[in-house]
């Protein structure tokens, strides 16, 4: 075989941009010494392409930008290092992924995947129309029709904002699939578990009648405000909760004996009277005014209990809504 054999234009114009041919190629097989030249040609010859190193180099591997593509060691010339770096590149113009297979066949097992954005390497071209590639731990046989190399790889990479997304096997992608059914049966679990505690905890509350309590119109707002603003979005049971408390409070003899004072008692509720005044002014809701009513003609839910903190804090009671009391 001729080792001094040039690519001329016409090799390499049988190379679209967007992608290698996918048959007729005759690989020209060559060895070269390190350090000597794999093509050789006149230094005046603008065909020529010269090279370092040795390995197997088709004809075909050329694009219409001058990057070789082989299936073993590359040499590129006349290339910038931004561009010489995508030669051997490769990635699946889809929408989603495409099959890679164990071999260059619609039949072969599949591999695993290529997903839109993951990157490959080229390591040979059939005569068929199939890149032999490796990504990450994936190994295995792509569709031509469906890759981009060289120039027209690196355009799609910028497209698509490459983040050095590699394949995935089957294997990988199994135990992926594993790892996240497993995960969301246990977040299901534990929110099972949650509902249940509640269910459990507001079943357990016992509604109690207690002496009532004479309360004027403002008391009566106020009280139907500080519920709101504490268990808006308990419902009217957590609300309900809420202005027993209040009323717990004001009929014992450690908190203030009204409910402006109870409400307004340094280091209970935050803000006080003060930061109730925008519910005070538009109104508080009917269901917080409902729960205010019964509280006031004496009914309790909580047991005598003073005191409540939100489920969030952690601490132990009994969970009423969205707040635990004790």
Known sequence: MNLNKKLTKENKNRIPTKRLIQAGAVTLAF???VGTAAFNSSANDDNAYKGTTSGIISSMYVDDNDLLVGNNNVTSVGLDSESAKWILSLMANVEDFAYVRVAPSDDAEIAGKLRRGDMARVESLTNDGW???TSGNLSGYIKADVSLTGTACRDFANAVGYNGGVGITVDEENAQIAAFQA???????????????????????????????????????LLAAIVEKEAGGSGYQGMLAVASVVMNRVRSSSYPDSIAGVIDQKGQFTGGIAGLSRIISRGPSSAAIRAAEAALAGEDIV????????????????????????
């Open 31 to 33: 060895t070269a010494m």
């Open 303 to 326: 047991g005598g209990m003073v005191s409540f903190r939100s489920t969030s804090t952690g601490h132990s009671g009994t969970v009423i809504g969205d707040n635990v009391f004790f």
């Open 183 to 221: 995960a969301a049966e246990e977040a299901a679990r534990q929110e099972a578990a949650k509902a249940k505690a509640a269910a459990s905890s507001s079943s357990s509350v016992t509604s109690t009648q207690k002496e009532s309590y004479g309360a004027s119109t403002d008391e009566v707002t």
């Open 131 to 133: 890149y032999q590639i």
